[in-house]
């Protein structure tokens, strides 16, 4: 019995390894592409750019490459979109590749693995690559932002040059040049060595800096400088659809000078050795609002100037972009910083690179007469009631939502209010807004949010190394400013799970979220810029001028009724769909034996009527004023002598 037991045992094994051996196993791994070293790159790259193909939207590339020896090469596009935070960058709008040496065209491979990196077998006796391409910038905007319009373009070298694999970017040296259409000026952080004709050529900058300084260029520009007799250039380049576009008044050019004095007095550096504000007036080019250590790229309305009283609502973008220049470029989160731009960046720290510069975006707006005090405080009546009434709350936290640049990429979501986008920047807010107030108080007024980023930010004026920081040096610093449990402050509100949001610094600023039927100037604004009706707070839903609904509230009363977005509304209790008839059948629920909002509705080629069991009436958020309680956002709000 033992040996037949034996024996079948055998024959089971055996037959379990012939099955083994058929099943499917693994390939071997790709080969892993050179680490970086910090060492400086043998040569010097050039790259040479023709943005002159304004009809076709087609930039014409050249670069040379330096190499020291034969054998297999590594180049590199850049993936990582440093302010972007997260793999981004148009790989798939290079076209046209073709590498040659001495003459002779080289195969090349793309790395199945590693999509950005490029592989290439150099020949004995080859110093140099050459390669050419094109970027094909998008043509409409369901391809992608669009770069190029007859009157301007927007030069970013992040998605124009390749770089060997092996080495730190900033080890790496760039010659670039551009030749830009007969007429166009332009703006950028790079120093010019020389122009000749349309073409412009850059003084030699490693490849890290020259990704990090783009270029505006445009028919109609102007650039005025915004602190003459300061300790470094600081410059507003604008440009703009068309010539008449950039007529402004001496005010609108102070506050952005005020701007720049309020920054100054905030941080008590500058941390670059000159700064250009890129601006481009105009509804053509793609929208953007990206930060650069030594510029940002910012896209406004095209009456910035000539409509100054009714363009307020994001007025804040260039407050925000500038505030990155001392909060996310020089000062940055250790996990963030990467030695090349394919190395995957961790995002853990972005309710401070994103949340305090939002904060600090809001208040140096109002500083600086950007805003008036009214208009920060009805924007924060905006954020506060948006995170207060966001259901995905219950069960995602501010954390996690730090990863979001690279989980959804900003890419539309059928829930917003459930599933949480980038939530870090404007929760983020509140939770500085809680600090600070936190701060007045335990310390009588005497210091503030103030004092943390001169101490945190403000360091080694002039410098544009960054300096990277962890959960624990923000933690240390506010513990300098003023004692407190700051670990466990910070930890309860950005990693815990909370049904309402941080408003602690509103109530605390001598403030309170009210609801009212009547819309604040700001909030009117705010829908007509963004061409729609907001009843987030009543209905539970916001609807485009078209009749699309655009977004609706997880568990709200349009929730329960059905509705989503992407749901046309035809006609409102019979009557043909418009805004201002949504409203006034809102207010009419709300009296005594009124009726009911009923909706027809088109999905598809599909209609239905949807009645919404809602009497609340119009419901607006605003801040109002606590009797008898210290005025600490009013004070956080007014301009430093």
Not at 206 to 218: C, I, N, R
């Amino acid at each position: 019995m033992r040996t037949l037991f034996f024996s079948v045992s055998l024959l089971t094994l055996a037959a379990t390894a012939a099955v083994a051996q058929q099943m499917p196993q693994p390939s071997a791994p790709t080969p892993a592409i050179a680490a970086a070293q910090d060492i400086p790159y043998p040569g010097t790259l050039k790259l040479s750019v023709d943005a002159t193909d304004l009809e076709r939207k087609i930039f014409q590339i050249r670069e040379t490459i330096p190499v020291a020896k034969a054998g297999k090469f590594t180049i590199l596009y850049p993936q990582w979109v440093p302010g972007g935070h997260s793999p981004r960058n148009d790989l798939d709008k290079v076209a046209g590749l073709v590498i040659t040496a001495n003459g002779q065209r080289l195969a090349w491979t793309r790395d199945p693995v590693q999509v950005f990196a490029f592989h290439v077998e150099v020949p004995e006796g080859v110093s140099e690559l050459q390669l050419s391409y094109q970027f094909l910038s998008p043509v409409e905007a369901k391809v992608g932002r669009q770069v190029m319009t007859p009157d301007m373009l927007n030069l970013q070298w992040l998605q124009m040059g390749f770089y060997p694999a092996g080495y730190f970017t900033r080890q790496i040296p760039v010659e670039a040049s551009v030749k830009l259409p007969d007429g166009f000026k332009f703006a950028s952080a790079l120093e010019v060595a020389r122009t000749e004709g349309q073409t412009t050529t850059f003084k030699v900058t490693p490849f890290e800096t020259l990704v990090d300084s783009p270029m505006f260029a445009g028919r109609y520009f102007k650039t005025v400088e915004l602190d003459p007799n300061g300790p470094v250039p600081v410059r507003l380049n604008m440009m703009a659809d068309k010539p008449e576009l950039l007529e402004f008044k001496p005010e609108h050019i102070q506050a952005h000078k005020d701007l720049v004095q309020q920054s100054y007095k905030l941080y008590g550096s500058h941390p670059y050795d000159h700064y250009d504000f890129l601006v481009a007036l105009s509804d053509t080019l793609g929208g953007i609002g990206l930060e650069h250590h030594r510029s940002s790229e910012n896209r406004v309305a095209p009456k910035y100037f000539t409509d100054w009283e009714k363009t307020y609502v994001g007025r804040d973008l260039l407050p925000h972009e500038f505030t990155h220049s001392w909060n996310g470029k020089f000062r940055r989160g250790a996990d963030l910083w990467t030695a090349t731009l394919n190395e995957p960046m961790r995002d853990s720290l972005m309710w401070v690179y994103e949340g305090q510069t939002q904060y600090w975006g809001n208040v140096l707006s109002a500083r600086s007469n950007l805003h008036t005090k009214q208009q920060s405080l009805d924007a924060l009546a905006l954020t506060a009631a948006a995170y207060d009434n966001r259901r995905g709350r219950d069960w995602r936290n501010v954390a996690d939502t730090t990863n979001d640049p690279i989980i959804a990429g900003r890419k539309p979501l059928s829930w917003l209010s459930y599933q949480r986008s980038e939530d870090y920047y404007s929760e983020g807010q509140l939770v500085w807004l809680d600090a600070d107030t936190l701060i007045r108080e335990k310390t009588g007024g005497k210091k503030s949010l103030d004092n943390f980023a001169k101490a945190f930010f403000g360091i080694e004026s002039g410098s544009y190394v960054p300096r990277t920081y962890t959960f624990e040096d923000v933690v240390k610093t506010l513990n300098d400013v003023t004692p407190h449990d700051w670990a466990g402050f910070l930890k309860t509100r950005i990693e815990g799970v909370s049904e309402k949001a941080p408003l602690d610094g509103i109530t605390r600023g001598g403030y309170k979220l009210v609801y009212s039927d009547t819309q604040s100037e700001y909030n009117k604004t705010a829908e007509t810029r963004a061409k729609n009706t907001s009843l987030a707070y009543s209905l539970g839903l916001t609807v485009g001028a078209d009749g699309v609904l655009t977004d609706v509230q997880w568990g709200g009363p349009a929730f329960k009724a059905g509705l989503t977005q992407g749901l046309t509304l035809v006609a409102v209790n019979g009557e043909t769909f418009d805004g201002d008839k949504l409203k006034d059948a809102v207010k009419a629920a709300a009296k005594p034996e009124g009726q009911l909002v009923e909706l027809l509705v088109k999905e598809g080629a599909r209609y239905r009527m949807v009645k919404i069991d809602y009497r609340g009436g119009l419901r607006y958020p605003r801040l109002e004023r606590i009797a008898g309680t210290p005025a600490r956002l009013d004070d956080i709000l007014a301009a430093r002598k």
